[in-house]
């Protein structure tokens, strides 16, 4: 097995968190997937993936090499489309994650827009109200609503959300117009804590 075929097997081994999935997926026996991690993994000595009984997780190691096996095998797509004279014409799965109302809202419209143009694709869209590892869960196009922390993720800023705040009249009846955030203390709510949420960013 060449290193290109150990980076895919890798990474499908990475994307889905586990050998057998990961062979079903690719056609392959779960032993071979096994030999050619363990080959991978002797060759460049290191340990790529965490072993248990029930999962497999990327080591810190492993999640830098996957980012390079994803950023290699996607030039070496590209150049095979390119030859081939396809390049101007996407195909394949691409995986988008957004938060689940924004992405109902304004994500899925765009996402059917987009099959309608690209026939060729296929969408698998993870609409979670959590920020999910890009790298551990396979996503390539994240919508996140806050700041992009620190890392070596690109981001274009879409957008920006701004904070309203709402009262029904009945409230305002009973409880008065509050002329600061602090006179909302004696009024009966209900609180929920969240990250701040303030502007649109695509990773």
């Known amino acids: 097995m060449d290193r290109f075929q150990e980076m895919q097997v890798f990474a499908a081994v990475a994307q889905d968190q586990g050998f057998s999935a990961a062979a079903r997926r690719l056609g392959m026996s779960a032993a071979s997937v096994t030999r050619a991690v363990a080959a991978l993994e002797q060759r460049i000595g290191t340990q790529l993936l965490t072993r248990t009984t029930r999962s497999v997780h990327l080591s810190e190691a492993g999640q830098r090499y996957l980012e390079d096996c994803r950023r290699i095998l996607a030039e070496v797509q590209e150049a095979e489309d390119s030859a081939a004279g396809s390049h101007a014409q996407p195909r394949g799965q691409l995986t988008i994650t957004a938060p689940v109302l924004f992405g109902d809202l304004f994500v ?9 143009q690209f026939p060729e694709v296929s ?3 993870v609409l979670v109200d959590r920020v999910v590892s890009m790298v551990e869960e396979g996503i390539d196009v994240a919508v996140r609503i806050g700041e992009l922390p620190d890392s070596n993720q690109h981001a274009i800023r879409v957008g920006e959300v701004r904070r309203v705040i709402c009262a029904s009249p009945g409230f305002l009846t009973d409880h008065g117009r509050p002329r600061h955030p602090a006179d909302l203390s004696r009024a009966p709510i209900i609180a929920t804590l969240h990250r701040a949420a303030q502007k649109l960013a695509v990773p």
């Open 108 to 116: 899925t419209p765009l996402m059917v827009g987009y099959l309608t």
């Open 123 to 125: 969408i698998n869209a």
